[in-house]
Structure formats: C-alpha cells, structure tokens
T-cell receptor, first 117, second 114 residues
Framework: SQQGEEDPQALSIQEGENATMNCSYK?????LQWYRQNSGRGLVHLIL?????REKHSGRLRVTLDTSKKSSSLLITASRTADTASYFC?????????????????FGQGTILTVHP | DGGITQSPKYLFRKEGQNVTLSCEQN?????MYWYRQDPGQGLRLIYY???????QKGDIAEGYSVSREKKESFPLTVTSAQKNPTAFYLC?????????????FGPGTRLLVL
C-alpha cells in the first residue's frame, strides 16, 4: 500500500496565483520530501522537512508538516508557467534488512499542476 | 538530472527479448535504485543496492534483474518474464539508504514493446 497520498490529483491555476498541494501518510516518519517531475523527465528534489520541523521555506516554496495529522502541504507562491509539472511527496518507510532499519522512500501518485499564462 | 545518466532515452523490445537499461552516476553515492513509472502513477521500486556486489528486491522485482559490479553503475535487465514492460524507468542514487536520504534521479528511459 502507498505511504503517501497527494491531494488534489490535478490543479489548474493562472500565472501569479498560489498553488497548494497536500500529502497524507500512514506511518511515523523521520522526514518528508517533495519532488517535481516535468513531463517525460526525471524527478528533481525540491525540499526535505524533518519530523521535528513544522515549516520550511525555499525560494517561492513553503512546506509545512503536521505529524499529529500525518500530513504535509506544499505551497508555491506567485506561480509561473514554468512551475507546470507533477509534484510528488515521498516518505521513508522503515523496514528491516538483516536486523538493521533502513528507510526506503515511497512515493505518492502525485499532483499534476498546470499554470496557465 | 544531476550527475546521473541513463541510456538509451527510448528502448524498443521485441517479444521474448531481454533488454538492458544503463544507469551511471558520478556523485560517489553508495546507494542506487531502479523505479518503474506507469502513466499517471507514482514510482514503484524495482531493485535497490546499498553497496557494490549487493542488491535487494523492491516491490515489483519479478521479471527484472540487476547487477552492481561497480559503485558508479547499476544496470537493469528487463527479461522476457516481464509480461508488461512498457513503462518509464527511472534510476536514482543517494548517499545512503538508511533513514531515507534525498535521492537524485536520472532523466529516465522509456521502454516500448514492438
């Protein structure tokens, strides 16, 4: 089963507007990450927020994390047409291999963001 | 796309044929991964490797094989046993798989069946 689920599945906005995407997860985590994927390309890491952080900023990006609700949000302010892409949240899913705990990343299905000129 | 290269960009497979996708990284990362992405879907882990000469199955390893003979290289073979291979394949690497480190992705290989 998927660890992270993004909402909405698709988002369409006008250039200059803000875009908010949400991610919910199921198990305890030590960090949560957001990635962007342009059509037909690889994923690009945007931001990582640790479980002891509540908010983090990077340029026009703001990420929040609420561990009590097991949810995170990604806000893109003053959107541009170049922000058009799919956005994924990823969380480490603890598992044991040979008695040692490792954090395999699991990805949600993503939010498709379209920014119109 | 960082310091990870994948080749080819497009790959065509005939029925019953094995094909190999290349992944090379110059980031000096210990861990490498292979993911499969179907249209409109997220990523599913096929195989991962923490160190040279070691690799582990992911969630959908059936019909795939890998090797890790060099730290820089992690090729993926899609065997004839994989009945539905058409997908976008992404390779990634990270410093260490423990505690879910940031992963760096290659540009992907799109595999199509003739």
């Amino acid at each position: 089963s998927q660890q992270g689920e993004e909402d909405p599945q698709a988002l369409s906005i006008q250039e200059g507007e803000n875009a908010t995407m949400n991610c919910s997860y199921k198990t305890s985590i030590n960090n949560l990450q957001w990635y962007r994927q342009n059509s037909g390309r690889g994923l690009v890491h945007l931001i990582l927020i640790r479980s002891n952080e509540r908010e983090k900023h990077s340029g026009r990006l703001r990420v929040t994390l609420d561990t009590s609700k097991k949810s995170s949000s990604l806000l893109i302010t003053a959107s541009r047409t170049a922000d058009t892409a799919s956005y994924f949240c990823a969380t480490p899913l603890p598992f044991n291999a040979g008695g040692t705990s490792y954090g395999k990343l699991t990805f949600g299905q993503g939010t498709i963001l379209t920014v119109h000129p | 796309d960082g310091g990870i290269t994948q080749s080819p960009k497009y790959l065509f497979r005939k029925e019953g044929q094995n094909v190999t996708l290349s992944c090379e990284q110059n980031l000096n990362h210990d861990a490498m991964y292979w993911y499969r992405q179907d249209p409109g879907q997220g990523l599913r882990l096929i195989y991962y490797s923490q160190i040279v000469n070691d690799f582990q199955k992911g969630d959908i390893a059936e019909g795939y094989s890998v090797s890790r003979e060099k730290k820089e290289s992690f090729p993926l073979t899609v065997t004839s046993a994989q009945k539905n291979p058409t997908a976008f394949y992404l390779c990634a690497s990270s410093n260490w798989v423990r505690v879910g480190e940031t992963q760096y992705f290659g540009p992907g290989t799109r595999l199509l069946v003739l």
